[in-house]
């Protein structure tokens, strides 16, 4: 078996095994597929290597990070509920993360995302959403959320203005709905040629996943959260990843390039399709989430542009 071929037949068992939860079961069903192969096993054994035990070590540390924070940093739902920032009545929360709330607001009928950081964060997380709008200003885009506004409260705590995505996160809008491989390939090519458009602007988001991606009422997915964006060439970006999309460079502490979005698109795809995944799909899958970044698709266009392929091949 040649290099490709046996890298295309390690990704193929790593798909079927991640499926299987860690024990016997797996080891049972990973030494069947390998059949005596010792090349084939030791490279699924290294993909599982990436995509758990690193993971299982972040999630503790962010986990850890978060409690810490949570007991008397993060902001409560009273300090916000009931004001007028920056113009618009703060109405009620959408939801928190490690910077900070994002709220449900309004002004003049229209309603927005506002998000802010609370002031006992620190200057550094201040710094990070001062960042968030600089790269939200380059990016104008019909499936990534708009930047409407910004600005600092009269406290001096930084807050955007985004546009207000009424939808559902993509995982659980596609168990909703049913959608099927074909359906789920559509949604996905739209949300490549928006990360595809973001890279173009030289930014990477480097935090893909289900929660920031929303699809609307009109079946349309909007990216959302570049909170931890990277300039590519240009800045430094800031640390923390969600570790189960993050790419092996990304959950090593390397500040990743555009190859780090594609492995987060791939895994994110491969959550999507569920076990229904053919030989097709299958090749674009193990492409996208090669643990080497060099062999990965090169651009988020491609992984699009071959899931489009393979839509018109296999009507």
């Keep these: 078996m040649n290099a490709d071929s046996l890298f295309t037949r390690a990704e193929t068992i790593f798909l079927e095994t991640v499926a299987i939860a860690p024990g016997p079961e797996r080891h049972r069903f990973l030494e069947h597929a390998c059949q005596g192969d010792a090349a084939l096993l030791a490279w699924v054994e290294d993909l599982l290597r990436h995509d ?111 546009e207000y995505v009424d939808g559902v996160p993509i995982l659980p809008y596609c168990r909703q709905h049913a959608c099927g491989p074909r359906e789920a390939c559509r949604l996905m090519i739209a949300v490549c040629e928006a990360v595809a458009y973001a890279h173009r602007c030289r930014v990477i988001h480097r935090d893909l996943k289900p929660a920031n991606i929303l699809v609307d009422r009109f079946g349309t997915p909007k990216l959302l959260d570049f909170g931890i964006a990277a300039l590519l060439g240009v800045e430094p970006g800031h640390g923390g990843c969600t570790p189960k999309y993050a790419s092996p460079e990304l959950r090593q502490g390397q500040r990743g390039d555009a190859s780090t979005d594609v492995y987060s698109l791939g895994i994110l795809l491969r959550e999507l399709l569920g076990a229904d995944v053919d030989a097709g799909l299958g090749c674009i899958l193990a492409k996208a989430i090669a643990p080497q970044p060099q062999a990965r698709y090169a651009t988020a266009e491609a992984v699009g542009r071959d899931l489009a392929a393979y839509l018109r091949d296999s009507r």
Excluded: C
């Design 52 to 162: 758990g035990d690193l993971a299982d070590e972040f999630d503790f540390a962010i986990q850890s990070v978060a409690a810490a924070m949570a007991s008397d940093v993060l902001p409560r739902d009273e300090d916000w509920l009931g004001r007028i920032v920056g113009g618009y009545w703060i109405q009620g929360k959408l939801g928190s993360g490690g910077m900070g709330s994002v709220f449900l607001a309004e002004r003049g009928g229209t309603q927005v995302a506002v998000k802010v950081v609370h002031p006992s964060m620190g200057a550094i997380l201040f710094d990070r959403l001062r960042q968030e709008q600089r790269i939200l200003a380059r990016l104008t885009h019909p499936n990534i959320a708009r930047l409407l506004d910004a600005g600092e409260t009269r406290e001096g705590v930084p807050f955007l203005v985004m």
